[in-house]
């Protein structure tokens, strides 16, 4: 969506609100036309001087950003309390280098569309550091096919066959995924779909899922991709600064960028 058009949006959002607020307020003192004339004033002012919302509009998108700054700031500062859970799980599947000296932990649902794209940034990665260790936390919070998806990966893990099935659901390029698909892609991953029509309603199944839900909900994560990145020897006692944390996509070359910081 353009710039413009969202700053429309916002401004008759804006101006709705102010005019119902003042509706409200107004209720239990005004009578109908005293409240009608009150409306007219307010919607007056407001197209003679536009620049009022323009300014009450920048304000809140700045306080939004520096509510945001400090809430990605405070992540990372709490990020070392969390190293085992984050980089040590004997559990999560793992893709590259599994001895790699560099850990990166990605946070991902299926159908997260900034998930599909990463995938190529983090296979960029794979193929340009073999010391890369990548960890993946299923965390699908995009409804039921979501869940799905996650089940049958993490069922794929017990076979073997984790990371080509994850590409082949990252690849699949559907939205939303269906059942049928999640199950096809399966099969031509060479995964033995009956049995893991089985193994997705596993108790090692649900526990996963549990513990990245309660590990994001520790972390005050709830959007997805998110990456944590950092020496494989981290611990608990180690500087929030060596680890970075990034919320959100970013491009191979930003990538490959903190990886570099990281290394050093």
């Known amino acids: 969506m353009k710039i413009n058009q969202i700053t429309g949006l916002a401004l008759a959002s804006l101006l709705a609100s102010s005019v119902a ?6 209720n239990n003192t ?3 036309a005293q409240k009608k004339q009150t409306e007219d004033v307010i919607h007056d002012y407001i197209i003679q001087n536009p620049e009022v919302l323009v300014q009450s509009l920048q304000g809140y998108q700045q306080k939004q950003i520096t509510e945001q700054t400090q ?3 405070m992540i990372q500062q709490n990020s070392p309390k969390f190293a085992n859970q984050l980089f040590h799980q004997t559990t999560d599947p793992v893709a590259g280098n599994p001895n ?3 850990t990166l932990v990605e946070f991902f649902d299926y159908q997260c569309p900034h998930c599909i794209d990463m995938t190529a940034t983090v296979e960029d990665a794979i193929k340009a550091n073999p010391n890369l260790r990548i960890v993946f936390k299923e965390f699908p919070i995009r409804g039921p096919m979501s869940e799905l998806a996650t089940r049958a990966a993490l069922a794929a893990h017990q076979q073997g066959k984790y990371f080509p099935f994850h590409l082949a659901l990252m690849g699949s390029k559907t939205e939303p995924l269906t059942e049928a698909i999640i199950y096809d892609l399966a099969k ?11 193994d997705m309603k596993s108790k090692a ?8 839900y309660q590990l994001a909900k520790d972390l005050e994560i709830m959007f997805t991709p998110v990456l944590f990145i950092a020496k494989s020897n981290v611990t608990t006692s180690t500087k929030p600064e060596a680890i970075a944390f990034i919320p959100g996509q970013v491009s191979s070359a930003q990538l490959s960028d903190v990886l570099k910081k990281i290394n050093e």
Request: glycine share 6%; no cysteine.
């Open 100 to 102: 790699g000296a560099i």
């Open 21 to 26: 607020s003042s509706a409200q307020a107004t």
């Open 30 to 32: 005004f009578t109908p």
């Open 71 to 73: 809430k990605f700031k």
């Open 188 to 198: 031509k991953a060479g995964l033995n779909v009956d049995q893991l029509k089985i």
């Open 205 to 212: 199944v649900d526990q996963q899922i549990k513990t990245n």
